[in-house]
C-alpha cells in the first residue's frame, strides 16, 4: 500500500517534508489562499480526518494549524497557513468538511480570525456580547 | 364541517440547567409535537480559560488544570501533557513508573465509564444502577486517592515519571478490589443492558452513522459504537501497551445501545490491563533526572492519549522559555458534541435525554 505521502506527491504535486523532532508527523507550509484547497487535496490523497484545527500567534500575526490524519497508514500531517495581524481571514473549510464547524468557530472566537464562507460564524465558547478575543497574545482582560 | 387543528413548532431549551444535561450544556430543541425537527446546541457555560491560563504560568504550575478538564479522567488528561514535555525534552521515563501510570490509567478509565454507564441509567429514569456505579466508583477513588492524595484532582503525573511510588500493600488492595469488582459487573449488566426497558429506550435511537461519524472527527466509543475499531491504545501504543493483551471493542448497531455496550465492554478490559500489569509490576525508581526548571527547547509537538470519551490530544509550542508559548487542547467532547444534532434528529424529547447520555461527554473537557 503505497502512503498517503506518495499518494499526494503524485497526484496532486503535493511535497510533504518531516516535522523537525521529536515531532514525527508531517508537514507543509502554504499560503493562506490555499490552505483550504491543500486540505482537501491531501483528504483525497488519504489524510481523511481532520482531528485538529487552530491557531496560534506568530511573528506578529496568526498561523492557522490544521492537522490531518491517515488512521490506516498511520500518517499525520500538519499545515500552516500565515495571516496578517491586521483583518485576518481564510476561506472556510466548513462547507467541504463538516468537522471544521465548531473548530473554526472556535479559532474565529479566540483569535478573532474571519472564516469567509462559513454558514454560521458565531462565538462558541465566549458569550455573544463578550469583546477581544482571549488567546492573542495583546489581549488584556476585560474587566 | 370538521375543524382543521392549527399546529405549530414549538422551540423548548434544554438545560443548561438540566441533570440529564451532564454539566452544563443547552440545546435549542425545535419540537413537532414530541418529535425533535431541530436541534442546536449551545455551549461555553464551563470555558474557565485554560488554554490562556497555561500561557501565563510555568510547565509544571499547568499540570494541576488539566485534571479539571474532563473532571471525571484526570489522568487521562495529564499523560498527554506530560508526555508532550517529556519528548520535546527527551526524557526517558523508568519502567516501574510507566507501569504505574498505565495502572492509573486504566483505573481512572473504569471510574470514568462507570459514570457514564450508571449516568445512561440515570437518564433512563432508573436510579439504582448509579447508586451502584458510585459505590463501586468510590473504592476506585480512595484507591487512587492513596496514591496521588486526591480523589478527582490528582496532580499527580510528574515530567519524567510519577510522583509518589505505591504505598506499601498497595497491590494486595488492588488485587482485592478487582476480585470485588469484576462479580459486580453481571450485577450491573442484568440492571442496565439485559433490561427490556432500557433496551426499548436505546436500540434503534439515536443512529449515528459511520460515515457522518467520520465527517465529523468523532472518536472513543462514539467511533466504536459504529463498528469503527480505532483505539489510540492499539494503533499508537504508549507506554507499556503493546505488552498487554486486550481487545478494541465496537459494535456494529450505531445507536445509542452500541455505544453503552462499548463503554460497557470495555471495563472488563480495563479489568484485563490492570490484571495484566500487577503481577508484572517492577522495582525501580518512579523518577527520572530532570531539570529543576522546565525549559523545553523551541518547538511544536501533539501527543494524544485514548480518554474514555474519545482522542484527547495535546498541542504544545515552546520558544524555549519556562511558559508554554501556546497550548491547545484537543478535547473529544467538543468534536463528539458536533454530532449531537445528527443524532437527536427525528426521535422523541425523552428519547433526546438517553441518546445525548450516550454521547457521555463531559462539559469540563469540551468547554475547557
Redesign the interface.
Known sequence: MSTSKDIAKQKFGIDLSP??A??T?LMINVDSAKAVETCLKLRESGF?????L?A??KDNGFEM?Y?LDN?ET?E?V?VFASLPAQDPKIKSLTPD???A???ER?VYD?FGIVFEGHPNLQ?????ENFTGH??RKD?TDTD | MEEKIRTDLLEVNFGPQHPATHGVFRAVLTLDGEIVVGCKPVLGYLHRGIEKIAERLTYQQFIPYLDRLDYVSGFLNEYPYVRAIEKLMGIEVPIRAQYIRVLMMELNRIAAHLVNVGAQGLDLASMTPMVYCLREREYILELMAEVSGSRMTFNYFRFGGVKFDLPEGYLSKLDRFIHYFKDRLPEYASMLHRNEIFQARTKNIGILKPETALKLSCTGPTLRGCGIARDLRKDEPYEIYPTLDFDVISENTCDSYGRFLVRFKEIEQSVRIIEQTMPNLPEGPVMAKVPKVIKPPAGEIYCRVEAPIGEFGVYVVSDGSPKPYRVKLRSPSFSNLMSFPHIAQNISMPDVVAAFASLAPTMGDSDR
Not at chain 1, 481523511?48 to 485538529?52: A, G, N
Open positions: 516535522m523537525p521529536p515531532e508527523a481523511s480526518i481532520l482531528t485538529m487552530t496560534k500567534c494549524v492537522m488512521w498511520r499525520r500538519f468538511w463538516e468537522a464547524d465548531w473548530l472556535e479566540m462565538r462558541i465558547i465566549t458569550p482571549p488567546l489581549f
